[in-house]
């Protein structure tokens, strides 16, 4: 059996960054931009107002008088200048009128006609976004996967389009013949298959495309004729039938190179991947919470390779440990945990159940607490580290 992280590496191995296209930006949110994007204007585009309010020259003193000579708004500037002794009504996002230095707020003048008067106590500060202050011609966004934000930078910089990957088109094949699809009527002797929606959704949720095709029969023929509807696809993903039982035919499947089979892990002992006729191929546990755990540690990094993340592999976060905990044993163990709020690290508390067949208390966790292999006792108040769900 390999470690986690060697399964790992392995599995990265095998799934390398797809090639570009270009994205409408109202298309564009989730995916992975590759190239950097490059600002075309200044943002703001000229010394704006900040404001409501009363564009001046230089710094007047409470008392000070002005003659209103025109009105600036957002979108429609004004024209001429101001000098000593006239001011421009203006608003907030308005370009500011040569000439000025200053925007007197609304709330700290008093008009009557066309003069406006300083009244005492006026903010002293002037009002004025300059020109670039957010960023200039030729700043440039770094590769990444977009978010609202993101989107909103980009169309600011007058961006119509982005180079992204290409979409990972995932294949995902659950076998076995216990299973049946939700809304059909099982035999006493099968169950509903699961995994394969939770699968489904988290590479979706990934930026990837999913295409969920029939449950694969246990037998050779019936599992090559499912196998050949991924065709096309950018990573095919089996879901059990990788152990080595009479029925588990998915490791012996021609034409499979492995790259791995077998790991130190709880759940997903029998984890396996290689290529399929070239085709990056991942094979899962059967039983759902392994499946679903192994696709949080292998599939997902995968996909967000393929996408281009430089840093695909999951990130572990710190917790503080709120019960005692026996020693582990010679696989690293991702127990279902759930976290609480603390002062400075988050509490974790493992479930007392941890069937890797319990999806009632995968669905009440928020938290994969990790523990090392041969890991010593922890006892309570220990620092350890996790992976959110």
């Known amino acids: 059996m390999i470690s986690v992280e060697e399964a790992l590496a392995r599995c990265l191995a095998l799934a390398a960054p797809l090639a570009t296209e270009t994205v409408p930006l109202a ?52 024209a001429g200048r101001v000098g000593p002794g006239t001011t421009v009504r203006i608003f907030t996002g308005a370009p500011v009128p040569e000439g000025a230095t200053r925007v007197l707020i ?58 992204c990957s290409r979409r990972p088109v995932v294949a995902l094949i659950a076998t076995g013949d216990e299973l049946v699809m939700p809304g059909e009527d099982p035999r ?33 023929t019936d599992l090559a004729a499912v196998l050949a509807l991924a065709e096309g696809a950018d990573l095919i ?15 012996k499947v021609a034409g499979l190179d492995h790259a791995f089979w077998k790991l130190a892990l709880r759940p997903g002992k029998p984890l396996m991947a290689g290529r399929l006729h070239g085709t990056p191929m991942l094979g899962l546990p059967g039983n759902p919470v392994s499946a679903i755990v192994c ?27 709120e019960v005692d905990l026996p020693a582990n044993g010679p696989r690293a163990h991702y127990m ?37 292999v041969n890991d010593a006792p922890r006892g309570a108040g220990s620092t350890v580290e996790y992976l959110p769900l």
Do not use: C
């Open 106 to 163: 609304q709330e700290d003048v008093t008009r009557d006609g066309d003069r406006i008067t300083l009244s005492s106590g006026a903010d002293a500060a002037v009002h004025i976004r300059p020109q670039g202050q957010d960023f200039r011609v030729g700043d440039s966004l770094s590769p990444r996967r977009l978010r609202p934000a993101d989107l909103a930078l980009l169309a600011a910089m007058n961006i119509p389009a982005v180079t």
């Open 27 to 78: 298309l564009a949110a989730g995916r992975w931009m590759r190239a950097p994007a490059v600002a075309a204007r200044d943002q703001p585009p000229f010394p704006a107002s900040a404001m409501d309010g009363y564009a001046v020259q230089g710094g007047p003193a409470p008392g000070d008088s002005f003659t209103v000579i025109g009105e600036a708004g957002a979108g429609h500037g004004f």
């Open 188 to 220: 006493p002797d099968q169950i509903i298959a699961s995994n394969n929606f939770a699968l489904k959704a988290m590479v979706e949720a990934e930026g990837a495309e999913a295409r969920l095709l029939p449950i694969a029969r246990d037998t050779e």
């Open 336 to 372: 279902r945990a759930r976290l609480a709020p603390g002062e400075g690290l988050p509490g974790i508390v493992p479930f007392d159940r941890q069937d890797s067949a319990l999806l009632s208390i995968l669905g009440q966790a928020d938290a994969l607490l990790i523990r090392p």
């Open 295 to 321: 696709g949080q540690l292998f599939l997902l990094p995968m996909v967000r390779a393929m996408l281009g993340d430089p840093a695909p592999a999951p990130s572990a976060r710190k917790a503080r440990l």
């Open 237 to 251: 993903v089996t879901i059990g039938g990788a152990s080595v039982g009479d029925h588990d035919l998915v490791g």
